[in-house]
């Protein structure tokens, strides 16, 4: 896969691309990142990106030609169609079937804008996904592009030791994740559940499933509505909502 990221500030980048699952995923191959100031591509002599929006208002708004030409630049030498990704306020909330979806590209490129926002232009021409990660807003598009980033890439099969980890992630099956215990069995009297020492694979599953429910009818039912329940969760749930009701 191939990431370009276009921003004003790239120097945000060095710290997260290059650490972690970002570098490792470079060093199996699986992904290349390219961060690309855009202000260099402004045709205007003070290098200005941004300008005062017609009508009037409030702030500054990002000019079409800086943008239209960096997009440009990175796609001039590939064959493929690349999804071009806005970090808006905006846009489509961000969920982990969008990066499951996006892992199978061959090519993102995210725009991470600032001040006001961005001329439509750029939105109806350029762009193929509005992508947000929640009701706020923040300074820029960069931490928001970064975090996607990591969601998307560490996705992509050679970058997790275990293939079978995104697939169990919260939100990769429409619940929220189990509990996870590891070593000492007992801790200060904080002892590890009997069912996860039995070496009973059956009875482990079933508990995985009952707590990964129980979790996500604590915290999130909203996914309750969306997600694929076993029976054995079905029956749960149903339980789970008669007690509630007495």
Same mark, same amino acid.
């Given at each position: 896969? *191939? ?15 290059? $650490?972690?699952?970002?570098? /490792? ?11 690309? @100031?855009?202000?260099?591509? $402004? &045709?205007? /002599?003070?290098? *200005?990106? =941004? ?24 796609? /001039? +030498?590939?064959?493929? %169609? ?7 306020? #905006? ?5 982990? #079937? ?7 590209? &061959? ?21 193929? !996904?509005?992508? %947000?990660?929640? =009701? ?13 980033? =990591? ?13 079978? %980890? ?24 904080? *002892?590890?559940? !009997?069912?996860?020492?039995?070496? @009973?694979?059956?009875?482990? +599953? ?15 039912? !909203? ?11 079905? @029956? ?7 007690? &509630? /009701?007495?």
């Amino acid at each position: 896969m *191939k990431i370009d990221i276009l921003s004003l500030f790239p120097e945000m980048f060095e710290g997260v691309l290059h $650490s972690s699952m970002m570098k /490792k995923a470079q060093e199996n191959d699986a992904v290349t990142f390219s961060v690309t @100031n855009f202000r260099d591509f $402004s &045709e205007n /002599k003070h290098r *200005k990106v =941004d300008d005062y929006p017609y009508g009037g208002g409030a702030g500054m708004v990002l000019t079409p030609q800086p943008l239209f030409s960096a997009v440009e630049a990175v796609t /001039k +030498d590939t064959d493929t %169609s690349p999804r071009v990704i806005l970090m808006c306020p #905006q846009g489509e909330r961000f969920t982990q #079937q969008k990066a499951e979806e996006l892992a199978g590209e &061959e090519h993102l490129i995210f725009i991470c804008g600032h001040y006001e926002g961005y001329d439509e232009r750029i939105r109806q021409e350029l762009v193929t !996904d509005e992508l %947000s990660l929640g =009701d706020f807003v923040l300074t820029g598009g960069e931490i928001a592009s970064m975090a996607i980033v =990591d969601s998307v890439v560490r996705l992509l099969p050679e970058v997790l030791g275990n293939a079978a %980890s995104p697939v169990l992630d919260s939100f990769s099956t429409g619940l929220l994740e189990h509990p996870h215990y590891t070593r000492p069995a007992d801790f200060n009297g904080l *002892k590890v559940p !009997d069912v996860l020492l039995s070496g @009973n694979h059956a009875k482990i +599953d079933q508990w995985r499933e009952a707590e990964s429910l129980h979790r996500t009818y604590e915290r999130r039912k !909203d996914l309750l509505e969306t997600a694929s329940l076993t029976p054995y969760q079905q @029956n749960l749930l149903a339980a789970l909502e008669k007690e &509630e /009701k007495r």
